[in-house]
């Protein structure tokens, strides 16, 4: 039977993150994904790179402010290796406050965001706005980029099927059963999101939290170009001319059916912050299940069981945090000190 010396369980942004870093060391690897790599959580993302203090936990702050000015590398890399655009952009992000946050940052003028974003309306809180530099990114595009990249690099892929457990013999990790077949390897690390709790023998406590989101077709591809973000809705312009608009925070279960009158209210939203969209069509509405767990933080880290090793639970930072995981997770799969402290996310929190 061929071994390999990583496998990974999950081809979202995460696991081909994770692919790519481990295949620069020189390890060999296997992703294994229930369906088809990238088409979970990754694909739904929005890919807003946000690293705001005001709405990143504190615990997260350093990793995610980390990895955002990893992204400009990142990404450039897999456009390079892949020679796929993944759409980067860097106008940044105009925050919209709500009142709980209005007094925790310095705001700007009604001139000013009209200044950058004329077709914003002219009723928006403007009073208790702000404008971040932050980046976003087309989720879809990266991860598609990754794909490619992962694979060029050497990296091996099994689609369709899903872990149902992890092997052991004596105390050690020795690969994976799937619901086809099984796979060996000394090493396994669960990337699979809000799946991950449902692979043996241990209980990784993640949790889907749907999201529904709708994507417009912007009456022209300059109209917004700033990501703009509200108490109700946010808005990201894509280079192409699409604007996505998002997204809900849902417990309930694996249900990735979008409701209607939510998408409707989406729309509305939208609509209220940019009239000028009120005559633009609805391209595509979907659900993702984002991985959320108890405390809201990633899950990261070695387990209880020597060889496995859990990458999971980011929640709505998944896109923002695949460089920095990919970098840390590597090392610590390596036996090699991290450059961050990762036990505010160990497994063993749980």
Known sequence: MKTWDVIIIGGGIIGL???????????????????????????????????CPLEAPRA????????????????????????????????????????????????????DISRLEPALAENVATSLAVYLRERSVDPRALTAAALKTAKARGADFSSGDEVTSVHQSEGRVTGV?????SFAAHKVVNCAGAWAGSIAPLTIPTRPVKGQMLCLVMPSRTLLQHVVRSPKVYLIPRSDGRLLVG???????????????????????????????????????????RPGTPDGLPILGG?????????TGHFRDG????????????DVIENQAPAHDLSAFSPARF
């Not at 992703?31 to 990238?38: F, H, I, L």
């Not at 759409?87 to 940052?105: N, V």
């Not at 387990?303 to 990458?311: D, N, S």
Request: proline letters at 4%; zero cysteines.
């Open 17 to 51: 993150s994770l692919s790519i870093a481990l295949r620069k060391r020189g390890i060999s690897v296997l992703v294994v994904d229930r369906g088809e790599p990238g088409r979970e959580a990754s694909h739904a993302a929005g890919g807003m790179l946000v690293d």
């Open 319 to 330: 896109i923002l945090l695949a460089p920095i995981t990919a970098q840390v997770m590597a």
């Open 303 to 311: 387990t209880e069981v020597p060889g496995y090793y859990v990458a």
């Open 177 to 181: 059963k799937t619901v086809k077949t």
């Open 247 to 289: 997204a809900t925070v849902e417990e309930a279960g694996f249900d990735k059916r979008t409701v209607p009158s939510t998408i409707q209210r989406q729309r509305q939203a939208a609509l209220e912050l940019m009239p000028m969209l009120r005559d633009a069509k609805i391209l595509e509405d979907w659900a993702g299940l």
């Open 60 to 111: 997260l702050q350093e990793l995610a402010i980390a990895s955002a000015r990893m992204y400009p590398e990142f990404a450039y890399e897999l456009e390079i290796e892949s020679g796929m655009k993944v759409d980067l952009r860097d106008h940044g992000t105009i925050l919209l406050l709500s009142d709980e946050h209005a007094s925790a940052i310095t705001n700007f003028s009604k001139a």
